[in-house]
């Protein structure tokens, strides 16, 4: 057990014991486990949440890209472009849903797809042709059907140059939410912030235990402020039935359990001070370690993002001396993620080599994530900090001294 933990999970539970268990009694007194009011409560909230006309529960975040990717049409053979620097579960549900991968690399400051990237994939990897309005990728002549760019650590991407782009070219975007519940967006298009999961066709969301909204088990959702969409998508989760037995079509077993989503309510409530706890201890540690001679770089809040860090990740040189570093003092850290998605095995198919996404690489090869969630104390933090410009210290002199 470290000292500091990376993430204190039991803490909170604890808190809302009493809470929670009430929600358990709810459901053993009227057998509702699976549907029913606790889901439909929890969607209404968490709709109204996320400033989106619709929530559909599903059973977790991978399967909320995947039938949001279905439901907004996407057909076996497209490809969907995205980034490489993401959990796996996001191109995951892309090859669920019967389509190909295409990753561009991201911005080295927000680690989010770079739109100036994605134009450049498009002018000169693909052709638009004008009277079917399908964009075609060149050398496989798939469709291009959709973007997903990935509100990394609890950062939105830039969106809108990439919806303006989408909007060029005929594209779909799914925002995946995975890791920003509350996370905002200041459209200058729209002159407003916008929520995560609020401007794209549709927002998937996980609520994994650990994240910012975490359920006590597997649960996600998606987003819309499109009707059809969600009913679309009301049926994929549910084998394919808008009545009970009567299939338009085959569908999944992905529903959101009603205890879980009767828990995601009660957290639900008090997910906007997290939020404001987790924002005020990032722009604490970005105090702490601006002492550190330069030698760890900060999470970046873009102009137009209002981030809810979920991670609070710092780029460093020698980041696996850093972790050793660390775990030596009793600190728990992470590596979100050690190696990109186009250099991973299971991407071995697609033929990529090292310098294809150099931003990625570069990024993934120099990350490490900090101690992060809502109930870090200050004290806990300075020991973080304090370590981590230590370690940054004894470095800088190692390289003078050589
Ligand atoms: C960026 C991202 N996308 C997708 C997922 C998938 O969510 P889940 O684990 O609920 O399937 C996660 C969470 O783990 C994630 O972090």
Redesign the pocket.
């Known amino acids: 057990m470290n000292r500091i933990p990376f993430l204190d999970l039991v803490t909170p539970h604890q808190e809302l014991e009493a809470e929670l268990l009430a929600v358990v009694q709810r459901a053993f007194s009227n057998a509702g486990f699976i549907g029913g009011p606790m889901v439909e409560e929890f969607e209404r909230e968490f709709a109204s949440f996320c400033n989106a006309k619709y929530c559909v529960g599903v059973s977790?975040?991978?399967?909320?890209?995947r039938f949001a990717l279905m439901a907004a049409g996407v057909e076996a053979g497209d490809m969907i472009v995205t980034v490489s620097h993401?959990?796996i579960?996001?191109t995951e549900?892309i090859s669920q849903a019967g389509a190909h991968i295409a990753f561009v690399d991201i911005d080295e400051k927000s680690y989010t797809l770079d739109p100036k990237k994605l134009s450049q994939f498009i002018e000169t990897r693909c052709e638009f042709d004008s009277r079917s309005g399908k964009l075609i990728d060149r050398e496989s002549k798939r469709r291009i059907a959709g973007i997903i760019p990935?509100?990394?650590y609890g950062q939105t991407a830039n969106m809108d140059p990439i919806l303006e782009i989408a909007a060029r070219y005929n594209l779909f975007v799914i925002e995946?939410a995975?890791?920003a519940h509350g996370a905002e967006y200041f459209s200058k298009k729209d002159n407003a912030w916008k929520r995560a999961g609020s401007m794209g066709k549709a927002g998937?969301f996980?609520?994994?235990p650990g994240?910012n909204l975490g359920a006590c088990g597997?649960?996600?959702a998606i987003t819309t402020n499109d009707a059809a969409m969600a009913q679309q998508m009301k049926m994929i989760r549910d084998h394919g039935q808008a009545k009970k037995y009567y299939h338009d079509m085959e569908g999944y077993n992905g529903r959101l359990d009603a205890i879980q989503a009767g828990w995601l309510s009660v957290k639900l409530r008090h997910l906007a001070k997290w939020n404001e706890s987790r924002r005020s201890l990032a722009h604490r540690y970005h105090d702490l370690l601006a002492e550190a001679n330069g030698a760890v770089v900060t999470p970046l809040e873009a102009s137009w993002t209002k981030g809810v860090y979920?991670l609070y990740v710092v780029r460093v040189r020698d980041r696996e001396a850093l972790q050793a570093y660390l775990a030596e003092a009793g600190i728990g850290t992470g590596i979100h993620y050690p190696i990109p998605l186009h250099l991973q095995k299971a991407y071995q198919h697609l033929g990529h080599k090292n310098g294809d996404l150099p931003v990625t690489e570069r990024v993934a090869a120099e990350i490490i994530s900090l101690p992060m969630f809502p109930g870090l104390t200050h004290r806990q933090q300075e020991e973080v900090a304090n370590n981590v410009k230590e370690f940054a210290t004894s470095r800088v002199s190692a390289t003078q001294g050589s």
């Open positions: 977790s975040g991978t399967d909320a890209i993401t959990f579960a996001t549900a990935v509100h990394l995946d995975c890791q998937a996980s609520f994994y994240k597997e649960a996600g979920h």
